[in-house]
């Protein structure tokens, strides 16, 4: 016969943090101001909090993971408020890996219970476990011990902020919110229709985005992820075709703009093609080495490399260059009456 058992206690406490489910972004969780009576408030959360555990006779040799690490974590012994004092300023003093592992282990029960307010989401509750282990670890290391303010205050909030973006990262294969906003309306956007809907309103997007502080566009678009699942690209489109959703999507290059481009530089291509046919001798090699190369990005031999080779100048050389350029756009104009400007660099 299974009974509830609780660690300590007849009733069941929970670690007090601030409620606001929009502050689970480590950076802002780093910077976010403890009030001087947030202390008062968590006092109860250093003690042992009432990790809720189903028990049997085979409870010793359980073989579920989650029970022996539960069953493990309740040996270890909570830390007074001088405890916790004394271990921060050896570890930040003094670097000692003996006190932040005793400050890790005995709030690994803080992290069971905040993981619970989230199992809803991810119901393999040693997942979350796992990451609000890490949160509990980063509030170690940015633990400040002279700011006159307990520990599980402070590693509240790295511990939910790992939590949360855990859920957020998983909750499907195509995150739905990315931005604080959309994190805030992730937790809160079903629950504020409900509490909508049980005071008489029509939970409208502009009523929703009224009650939350965020914008209507915000409310839209996460209702139309949370109410749509993730569809693959590769799937057929019916039984027996082998057509797919990617068959049918626009591909983003191809607009009006990018197609009327796409055929001026094949025009000009074609042009700059005929142009070169009615060159020979000097003009043909200096076209082919100066004008051609730099129209493919290359650098172009320089003029007193070509005027050694055929025994003239450099300016000799430059001046049948100038010419190739007045011809070969006369050339473009004559073919193609709206052809843009021509600049060679180099």
């Known amino acids: 016969m299974k009974t509830r058992a609780r660690t300590s206690g007849s009733k069941r406490r929970k670690p007090a943090a601030p409620a606001r489910p929009d502050a689970a972004v480590v950076p802002e969780i780093v910077e976010a101001p403890v009030e001087p009576d947030a202390e008062a408030e968590v006092t109860d959360a250093a003690e042992e909090p009432a990790v809720e555990v189903e028990a049997d006779s085979r409870a010793v040799g359980s073989t579920d993971p989650l029970q022996r690490y539960l069953s493990e974590i309740r040996r270890i012994p909570l830390l007074s408020r001088e405890e916790e004092h004394a271990l921060a300023v050896r570890w930040k003093e003094h670097g000692e890996r003996k006190a932040a592992w005793q400050l890790v282990t005995a709030n690994l029960r803080l992290v069971v219970m905040i993981a619970r307010d989230y199992q809803r989401a991810v119901h393999n509750l040693l997942d979350l476990v796992q990451e609000g282990n890490i949160g509990l670890l980063e509030a170690v290391k940015n633990f400040d011990p002279y700011r006159g303010v307990r ?33 805030k309306l992730f937790f809160n956007l079903q629950k504020e229709q409900q509490r909508l809907e049980r005071e008489g309103f029509t939970p409208s997007p502009k009523l929703i985005a009224q009650q939350l502080g965020v914008k209507e566009r915000e409310v839209v678009e996460m209702q139309q992820r949370l109410g749509a699942g993730d569809l693959s ?8 075709s082998d057509s797919t959703m990617l068959d049918f999507l626009p591909d983003a290059t191809q607009t009006a703009d990018a197609v009327a481009t796409q055929e001026y530089h094949d025009l000009v291509r074609r042009a700059v093609s005929e142009f070169k046919q009615t060159l020979a001798g000097k003009d043909l090699v200096i076209y082919e080495r100066r004008l051609e190369a730099l129209m493919r990005d290359e650098d172009p031999d320089t003029l007193q490399v070509i005027g050694d080779e055929y025994g003239i100048t450099r300016e000799r050389v430059r001046q049948i260059e100038a010419r190739l350029r007045k011809r070969l756009g006369a050339f473009l104009r004559e073919r193609i009456p709206d052809v843009k400007d021509i600049e060679f660099e180099g």
């Open 233 to 240: 690209v590769d799937a057929p489109v019916g039984d027996g």
């Open 151 to 183: 520990f599980p205050s402070y590693a509240v909030w790295w511990i939910r902020a790992y939590v949360i973006r855990y859920v957020m990262n998983n909750w499907r294969l195509v995150k739905v919110g990315t931005t604080q906003a959309q994190r």
